[in-house]
C-alpha cells in the first residue's frame, strides 16, 4: 500500500499564476509545492540550446501596471525597452501591421475591396469570431487574411470560434484611421503591446528566476490521481497525499485521467475543449539581410510558420554576423502531423525569407515541443470550463492560471490570477 503523507495545503504547477499565489501566501500560510517539470516557471520558463535561451512561443512583458512592473524589475536586471516592431507578410511582400491600418501596403484591387467593404459594415448581432472581424475588417480582409492566419495559429474556423477573446489583442474597427491608411502607413500601434521590455539576458525566465529560488518546490513530481471523495492526490503513482485545501494550475482537460471519481458528464464536457500545441523551431543562421522588426507574421497558405521572433532585436543587440530566430508552428491536439515534414518545410520557408545560400549558412536548426499551447476559445467552451470549475471548488480544489482557468491570458494577468486568489484566501480584497 502506497504510504499516506497528511498535508492541509497543496499547490499543483508552478507558472507565473502559482508564483503569484506563493508571493501573497508566503508566511501566512504553509503550501507543499508539486511541479511535474524538471524546472521551475511552466510556460514562462526559458530553454537554453547551444548557449542560447528560447522560450516557450514569443514572450515579452507589455504590462502596464506598476506593481507588477516593479516586481519583476527589483533586481535590477539589465533589459530592453522598445517600441514594438511588427510586419506581416504574403508572397514576400511586407505589409504594415496591423493589416487594417496598413492598406496602403496592399494592392489596388484590394484597396478598392476594401474600401467599398467598408460601407457595408452594418451592426448584428455577433454570435462568433467571424462575425466580430466581418463586422469590423469587412468581407475581404476577413476571408482573404484574418481566416487564414485563424486557421495557422488556432487552427480551427472563425465561426467555431467566440468573439470574446479578442478584447485588447485585436484593434476594432476605425473608419477615420482605415481611410487614412490607403495613403498612409500607420505608425503608431494602438494596442497594449505598443511598447515592451525583454531580459538582455536568460530569455523571459530571466524576469522571475530569481523570484522562485525562496520558494521550494518539488520537481519531477506529477499528479497521477486525485480522489474528490476522499481528498488526496497521488504523485508518481507512488506517494499520496492527503489535502484539506488544493490549488491547482492543472490543465483543466487533463482531469479527464486524473480525476477518477469525476461524473463522466464532465468529463464528455471536457472532451469537447481543445488547444493548440507549438512546435518552436528554434535557428540560428549567419546573417545575409538585414531586418529590424522584433517578430512578423506570414499569411502564406503554404507556409507552416504563424511567427517568427527575431530574438536579437528584442534583446536590443546589433552588429551581430548572425540572427537568432524562434519559428511557431501550431497544429490542434485533435489533428496529426509529421515532425519531419514539418521541420522540412519551415527550413525551405526560412531559407528562402532571408536570403540564405547554402547549408553552411545555418549554425544550428532545432526544435521542442509544447504540447499545451494555447486553450483554444471555442463556442460553448466557457460554460463547460466553469461548471467543472465550480464543482471542483465544492471540493476544495480551486483552479488558477491560464491553464487551470482555461482562458487566454497574458503573463501579468496569470500573475494576479494566482495573487488575488491569495487574497481570497485570506479574507483580503483584491487590489
Request: aromatic letters at 18%.
Amino acid at each position: 500500500m502506497n504510504k499516506i503523507v497528511f498535508k492541509d495545503n497543496i499547490l499543483i504547477g508552478s507558472g507565473l499564476s502559482a508564483l503569484g499565489f506563493l508571493e501573497l501566501i508566503k508566511k501566512k500560510i504553509k503550501f507543499i509545492v508539486f511541479d511535474k517539470n524538471s524546472y521551475k516557471g511552466g510556460h514562462a520558463f526559458s530553454h537554453f540550446i547551444r548557449d542560447n535561451h528560447f522560450d516557450e512561443g514569443a514572450h515579452i512583458c507589455h504590462s502596464k501596471n506598476y506593481f507588477f512592473l516593479k516586481y519583476i524589475l527589483e533586481n535590477k536586471i539589465k533589459v530592453k525597452k522598445k517600441k514594438s516592431k511588427i510586419n506581416n507578410y504574403l508572397n514576400g511582400k511586407k505589409i504594415g501591421y496591423p493589416i487594417q491600418k496598413n492598406i496602403k501596403d496592399l494592392f489596388i484591387d484590394e484597396k478598392i475591396k476594401i474600401f467599398f467593404d467598408f460601407f457595408r459594415l452594418n451592426k448584428k448581432k455577433i454570435s462568433n469570431y467571424e462575425d466580430w472581424c466581418n463586422y469590423n475588417y469587412g468581407g475581404f480582409l476577413t476571408n482573404n487574411y484574418y481566416k487564414v492566419y485563424t486557421w495557422k495559429y488556432w487552427r480551427t474556423d472563425m465561426k467555431d470560434m467566440s468573439a470574446d477573446w479578442v478584447n485588447n489583442r485585436l484593434e476594432k474597427k476605425n473608419f477615420f484611421q482605415t481611410f487614412i491608411s490607403f495613403f498612409f502607413s500607420k505608425r503608431k500601434i494602438d494596442l497594449s503591446y505598443n511598447t515592451f521590455l525583454y531580459p538582455k539576458y536568460g530569455g523571459f525566465f530571466f524576469f522571475f528566476k530569481n523570484k522562485y529560488k525562496k520558494f521550494n518546490i518539488n520537481l519531477n513530481s506529477k499528479v497521477t490521481n486525485i480522489n474528490l471523495t476522499k481528498k488526496y492526490i497521488e504523485i508518481n503513482n507512488s506517494k499520496i497525499y492527503k489535502y484539506k485545501n488544493l490549488v491547482s494550475s492543472i490543465p483543466i482537460i487533463d482531469y479527464v485521467n486524473i480525476i477518477e471519481d469525476l461524473p463522466l458528464n464532465f468529463k464528455n464536457n471536457l472532451k469537447k475543449l481543445k488547444y493548440t500545441t507549438l512546435i518552436a523551431f528554434n535557428i540560428k543562421v549567419k546573417k545575409r539581410k538585414i531586418f529590424n522588426e522584433d517578430w512578423c507574421y506570414f499569411y502564406d497558405r503554404d507556409n507552416p510558420i504563424s511567427r517568427l521572433s527575431f530574438l536579437d532585436n528584442l534583446k536590443g543587440i546589433k552588429n551581430q554576423k548572425t540572427i537568432t530566430l524562434q519559428a511557431e508552428v501550431f497544429r490542434r491536439n485533435d489533428e496529426n502531423y509529421d515532425i519531419e515534414i514539418l521541420k522540412k518545410e519551415v527550413k525551405e520557408k526560412i531559407f528562402l525569407f532571408l536570403g540564405l545560400q547554402d547549408k553552411n549558412d545555418v549554425l544550428f536548426f532545432e526544435y521542442f515541443i509544447v504540447e499545451k499551447a494555447y486553450p483554444i476559445p471555442l463556442q460553448g467552451s466557457k460554460n463547460i470550463v466553469n461548471n467543472v470549475i465550480k464543482y471542483l471548488k465544492n471540493h476544495q480544489i480551486n483552479q488558477i492560471g491560464l491553464y487551470g482557468k482555461w482562458e487566454y491570458k497574458w503573463s501579468d494577468q496569470s500573475f494576479f490570477d494566482g495573487y488575488n486568489f491569495g487574497k481570497d484566501l485570506l479574507g483580503l480584497h483584491e487590489v
